[in-house]
């Protein structure tokens, strides 16, 4: 791993899970990045244990405006478990498919999850049924992405997706239409695919 942390700003979400808070850190980070960029990789490591084994990280991970509290660390009284804190990890290959490339990782054991943040194009639901028979499979990938792309209702769309070891999942789903973090959705199996290709990368 290396060391580009993401200060979590989430004062306003102490209510939802620690992951989705991760993830929502995430896609904020990537938002304020622009569009039209590679997707990115992270490793999710619970905060306290970080800061106990990285103490000269303590001061770039108290975010503004709070007493010295150690960034996404739950208040006390909080049961929802360990918060966590997104790691990024050097760029992905570009020549290299996402599924090939997830398929070759191996975390070690202080990594308590991964996210992954890209962008892509989807269709409404509706036009789904639109799509040729013959680009239905797999092989044809790549035809597939060329016809959503002409699609004039083609949305354009950044997923972020993070797992846990212990099987907890969670997704954001913002569009570049709506490009505001009220109008952002979260939900564990708003993209399954990637999740199960995320998960895999805890297994042995």
């Not at 996402?98 to 999850?113: K, N, Q, R, S, Y």
């Not at 990938?141 to 212990?166: D, F, I, K, N, Y």
Request: aromatic share 4%; proline share 9%; charged share 25%.
């Amino acid at each position: 791993m290396d060391n580009t942390h993401l200060d979590p700003r989430g004062t306003g979400r102490m209510d939802s899970a620690p992951l989705t808070r991760a993830v929502l850190d995430i896609d904020s980070y990537a938002a304020g990045l622009g569009w039209d960029l590679p997707a990115r990789l992270f490793a999710l490591v619970d905060t306290v244990r970080l800061r106990e084994h990285q103490p000269e990280l303590a001061d770039r991970l108290a975010p503004e405006g709070t007493g010295g509290e150690a960034a996404g660390e739950a208040p006390p009284g909080d049961a929802s478990g360990p918060a966590y804190t997104p790691v990024e990890q050097d760029e992905l290959p570009p020549d290299v498919p996402l599924d090939e490339f997830l398929a070759t990782i191996a975390w070690p054991e202080a990594v308590d999850g991964c996210a992954l943040t890209l962008e892509r194009l989807m269709l409404p639901p509706g036009a789904e049924a639109e799509v040729p028979q013959e680009l239905r499979g797999e092989e044809n990938a790549e035809a597939l992405g060329a016809w959503v792309a002409g699609h004039p209702q083609r949305q354009e769309v950044r997923m972020t997706v993070g797992v846990l070891r212990s099987g907890a999942r969670e997704a954001a789903i913002r569009l570049r239409a709506k490009d505001s973090d009220q109008e952002v959705l979260t939900g564990r199996d708003l993209v399954p695919g990637l999740a199960e290709a995320l998960a895999a990368t805890f297994e042995e």
